[in-house]
């Protein structure tokens, strides 16, 4: 027992002493003066409590605590503890890093003069709905004028036994995010607006064959509702046909591959043709989507078909009459030389088509027709009369070298036309360029012209 001390007053003193198996114990002593009718202390009752236990388990309460600050301290979020008059009770040491708040100075100061009257009143519910027992998770935003300020908090209620005593604030500063989703929602408006002015199909599909974004284009030329379509299956939408055409495609975009094929919008394949390529999300990697660029050149086929079809019209008519005629780029390469130019040699069109004439027919035929080449290059006609012999007859040779240009006018390469002449001109008429060279170097003067054509 504690030394007993004369005083009017109850004394608490605290004892630190070991047992018989020399374990420390501490006890609380608490000392009460007995005083007389006269007011003299008479007596001193002294009431002993072991208090090791509670000691101990404070100690490690403190501990606890301590680590749990060096947690909350090192965390990339704010953590406060929040009382039920809205005073702070703790801060980490975020506020100080991010905000410029002093955690130290900050404790038992209401919410409101940190974060501002305003604020404080705009954010109130959702103190009284944690103090009230519930979670609460929501973004608070500040922008005023150039300012700006985005966070993401979350609010548990704080409880002795089943009474709530305030709550833990945790908040996340997501100002660049939000700034971030900003720029790239805006982005993507002007991005939508593009794609929907383009005359192209432009499309996201992802790895299941589900369409995640579509342009206005599909709408406009297929009639398709964009809107309904969007989670939807390409098959689905688009028709089993087209789908099965793509589908190979799909699947070898998704393992990172960039591919281009031509499919069909429409039955029998008449109505419209896409030249389509795929894009992977990531190149040369597993993709989770892809994106789908579309051109309609259905007219392009068309004009093309038909292109196809006068020139192999025109071919045949060419095969068939007795004339010579070919056709020399601009590198004095063959690119064409009808059946009656290949029958009056007797070789077969590979040996021509492609090859440079000096190949074809040999460099002095070349050296010879070159200055006419070059005449019908500069984008000048040349028409003029050869010597040859026909079917073991002297004959006249008429020959054209018409040039050839594109669209903006440029010359590619020339004609070859070469006819026996039955028209002759008087000998006064000719010129000494009727007896030079070849027509063009395809008809020798004094050859035969099924060999020398």
Do not use: C
């Amino acid at each position: 027992m504690a030394k007993l001390v004369e005083t009017r007053e109850p004394q608490v003193i605290e004892e630190v002493h070991a047992w018989k198996d020399g374990e420390k114990r501490i006890t609380v002593w608490t000392d009460t003066p007995i005083v007389d009718g006269d007011g003299n202390v008479v007596e001193i009752q002294g009431v002993g409590r072991d208090v090791t236990a509670e000691r101990q388990a404070q100690k490690e309460l403190e501990i606890a605590y301590g680590q749990i600050s060096d947690l909350f301290n090192n965390l990339p979020a704010w953590v406060s503890i929040i009382n039920r008059e809205y005073q702070f009770e703790f801060l980490n040491d975020y506020y100080q890093t991010n905000l410029g708040v002093d955690p130290n100075e900050s404790i038992g100061k209401p919410i409101w003069e940190l974060s501002g009257p305003d604020l404080f009143e705009k954010e109130k519910p959702y103190y009284d709905r944690a103090l009230n027992g519930e979670t609460v998770q929501y973004y608070s935003s500040i922008e005023e004028n150039e300012f700006e300020f985005h966070a993401d908090l979350r609010l548990i209620p704080r409880k002795r036994g089943d009474e709530v005593v305030g709550f833990y604030l945790m908040g996340s500063n997501i100002t660049e995010i939000k700034m971030s989703q900003k720029e790239l929602s805006s982005a993507l408006g002007r991005l939508e607006a593009i794609n929907d002015g383009l005359p192209v199909w432009i499309s996201i599909i992802d790895k299941d064959h589900v369409f995640r974004y579509m342009n206005s284009f599909y709408h406009e030329t297929l009639g398709i509702d964009i809107e309904a379509s969007l989670g939807e299956p390409v098959k689905q939408v688009l028709g089993e046909t087209i789908y099965s055409i793509g589908k190979p495609y799909y699947d070898q975009a998704l393992k990172g591959e960039t591919v281009t094929y031509l499919n069909y919008t429409g039955q029998n394949r008449k109505e419209k043709v896409g030249l389509v390529t795929l894009v992977p999300e990531n190149a040369n990697a597993e993709s989770d989507y892809f994106y789908v660029i579309a051109i309609d050149i259905s007219d392009q086929i068309d004009a093309q078909n038909k292109l196809e079809d006068a020139l192999a019209q025109l071919t045949m008519v060419n095969d068939r009459l007795p004339i010579w005629i070919s056709i020399v780029d601009k590198n004095y390469h063959y690119t064409y030389v009808n059946d009656f130019y290949m029958k009056s040699l007797g070789r077969k069109k590979e040996e021509f088509v492609g090859k440079h004439i000096q190949d074809a027919l040999g460099k002095k035929f070349f050296k010879m027709g070159k200055p006419n080449y070059d005449r019908a290059l500069a984008g000048e006609r040349v028409d003029y009369l050869n010597k040859g012999t026909f079917d073991g007859e002297e004959v006249d040779i008429a020959v054209s070298l018409v040039p050839r240009k594109n669209d903006d006018g440029e010359v590619t390469g020339f004609f070859v036309l070469a006819v026996q002449n039955l028209f002759l001109q008087p000998d006064s008429q000719k010129t000494d360029d009727d007896d030079d060279g070849f027509v063009a170097g395809l008809v020798e003067p004094k050859g035969n012209p099924r060999k020398n054509v």
